[in-house]
């Protein structure tokens, strides 16, 4: 038997199950809907020295997994307490057991998770993400299922424009939301990791990292007009080029004419850097 049962003494929820059931550690496999990508292995072990103490307070949350022949249930809520609880060698763990499909399954792990605080802002877009592409909620329900606004999940989901490398790159040197958000403003990947660098390396708060990601959006924006510029003035000075080239070989036919005519005639023709000088000698 994987598990033994006993009632609560009182239930505050009517709608939540009224037994918790102690169930093998061994038996219950993580969520494949976690959101949370790293566990800090310092706070499972306060964790489990607090559950040494005091045992585990609030029981896990589990479900049947009747489609897993290694596994009989699936970890809804309480991974952290299950870590911990295999890290100080128990055998059982307190569990709630609901009958809820794998997709409900999901959708419960993800919001118990981003309703905790210790979710990085990475982890939390990922998980508002995971609800809306697997689980086709809008940025509207996903907001009021986290009691947020709209326009914070659409801030959140943002984040994941940042790729892996800066995503991580921010989150070790300890960048806020606000100067994520800021750094969305670079489009070039580039400019992006040398901002992030410059930012955590000179302790910029985000009102100083802001004004320097608008001199460098300013600088960029002045290179590329100068450039253009200088573009459009070598464009001119081919076509003024062109022109001349094409002048001067109709001269050139002409004066071959004159003399297939047995006049005397001669061009001379002299390149300087802005003009081209034009001499045409024909005898009287």
Not at 61 to 79: F, Q
Not at 118 to 143: C, P, R, W
Not at 146 to 169: G, H, I, T, W
């Amino acid at each position: 038997m994987n598990e033994f049962k006993f009632s609560k003494k009182q239930r505050i929820d009517e709608s939540f199950p009224s037994e918790i059931y102690q169930i093998r550690a061994d038996s219950i496999r993580p969520n494949r809907a976690q959101p949370r990508a790293t566990f800090d292995n310092n706070a499972i072990i306060r964790l489990a020295d607090s559950i040494r103490r005091y045992g585990i307070l609030q029981p896990l949350t589990v479900r049947p997994a009747e489609d897993d022949d290694l596994y009989s249930y699936e970890l809804i809520a309480g991974e952290r307490r299950l870590r911990a609880a295999k890290m100080l060698g128990y055998f059982t763990v307190p569990c709630v057991i609901l009958s809820v499909d794998e997709s409900t399954s999901a959708e419960m792990a993800i919001i118990e998770n981003l309703l905790r605080e210790d979710l990085n802002m990475f982890e939390q877009a990922y998980g508002f993400k995971k609800l809306i592409e697997n689980h086709s909620l809008t940025q509207d329900e996903v907001a009021r299922r986290m009691s947020l606004s709209q326009s914070a999940v659409a801030n959140k989901l943002r984040l994941l424009k940042l790729s892996f490398e800066e995503q991580k790159l921010i989150l070790e040197t300890n960048l806020t939301e606000r100067h994520a958000r800021a750094l969305l403003r670079l489009d070039d990947p580039e400019s992006r990791s040398e901002a992030i660098r410059r930012i955590a390396t000179d302790k910029l708060n985000v009102r100083q990292a802001e004004e320097y990601i608008d001199c460098l959006i300013f600088n960029k924006v002045n290179a590329a007009s100068k450039n253009n510029q200088e573009k459009k003035e070598e464009r001119s000075i081919r076509s003024s080029i062109n022109e001349a080239d094409i002048i001067m070989q109709k001269l050139q036919q002409h004066i071959d004419n004159l003399k297939k005519q047995g006049k005397k005639a001669s061009v001379n023709i002299v390149q300087n850097i802005h003009t081209v000088d034009i001499t045409i000698r024909i005898a009287k």
